[in-house]
């Protein structure tokens, strides 16, 4: 369970994100959206413990991520944005550091660190040197880093970017899987992923919560997509531009 | 400490994963062999000519630890001044750009057990680089007779140097992103260390005083000539805490910035 609560960040004095709050239930998977620059990686480091917010807090099942931070952050399995990869070090030598960093006991590194390869498809890959493998894989090797000892509450920034049709299949159903008894929260720019794994939505746009719904509630007949475009342009022309002007930039994003 | 200790094992490791580390020793012993060959030799050639001279008080003042030790372990830390900023400068602008940064410091561990773990990590390298230069002493032992004592108290002193410099390497270098600039700033820090009590040389005010304590060969010269005081054990010791301590406060900032 994730709470956010009332989340501001400032930098120098742009704010990047402001009063975000949204919940994220056990057993279920929270997608994220918004277009680029939005805030969706700030809100997911201050989450994380990455960083600190400037105001508001975090509640990683029910642990408060700034003062009981070492407690809140074991529960946690973080997916940056960029794999965190060490270039030089062979895939198991780099799961076993992350495991026993994580805190997984000295008995049972090798079990987690076999059913990480397992499930992120990494077996055959375990020898290789991780500044060597293709995007997809990095991107593997990063969720089971996320995931080795065995977190739960899972945050993934953009976990199937870079990755090819099947590989985007097979992680979604993984990420499915996991969900069944953890909380998960993901970042995307990529709508039908949300409406197929996801049981509850996120937008946010210009640092703002614009939209906070289960998927099941949304209304039914209108798309993913209209209802991203209606809540993200609703919220700019409130900012005073046309709603047109600002259509015509989201569209040109995802062109 | 455990957790220190996985992130020193990792590091040390991946300094002999990449050439940097063998570039560095080769470099440090290469240029210690030749620093020990050319002071042995004139050594040689002043034995030969005082010989010549038949004045035995004037040979018995030739002594191979002010002669060829002595000067090896200056040299030797001149080359330090180089060495370390290029040993130092990954430890954490690497993690920064990389972004391995985000994982450690969201990882459960303290920010304290990163930076002991880079401290540990590099100061066992120093060691075991400075251990592999303790062929030219033995060497000396071999063929000749110098006083054991005096040596072992200038490769201390070597080491505690070495050591001062690692962690002022680790401070600059987590204050970017960039290695070259971590780099440089280190060898700017260190090479200032080593001048700073140039002005003081003639004078003698309390600001003066100050910077002769902080220059660093007026502590390691102690040392080289065989005095372990406990003076220059605190210094070279509070050097390193006052270095490592702000490691640490830089590390932490990013969670308040």
Redesign the interface.
Known sequence: MIEVKNLTKVYGDFVAVKDVSFKAESGSILGFLGPNGAGKTTTM?II?????ATAGTVLIDGLDIFSQS??A??K?G?L??????????RVE?YLR??A????VPKAKVETALEHALEICGLTDMSHRICGQLSKGYRQRVGLA?ALIHDPPVLVLDEPTIGLDPRQIHEIRTLIRNLSSDRTVVLSTHILPEVSQICDKVVIIADGHVVLQEYLKQLPVGTSLEEIFLKAITKERHEDGSTAEEKLEEVGAGHA | MKNSLTIAGKELAGYFVQPVAYVVMTVFLLLGGFFFFALLRYFEVMLTAYSAMQNPAVLQRLNLNERVIEPMLHNLAVVLVILVPAITMRSFAEEKRTGTYEFLLTAPIRTGEIVAGKFIAAAAFMLIMIGLAGIFPLILMMFGNPEIGVMFSGYLGLVFLAISFVSIGLFTSSLTQNQIIAAISCFGALLMLFVISWPAQAGGTQFLGLLRYLSLPEHFSQMVTGIIDTRDIVYFVSLIFVALFLTQRSVESARWR
Request: charged share 25%.
């Open positions: 480091r994380t413990g990455f960083m600190p070492l407690e952050r074991r946690i973080y940056p944005e960029n794999p965190p990869l060490y270039p030089d070090m030598a550091f992350v026993k960093l994580r805190g880093q």
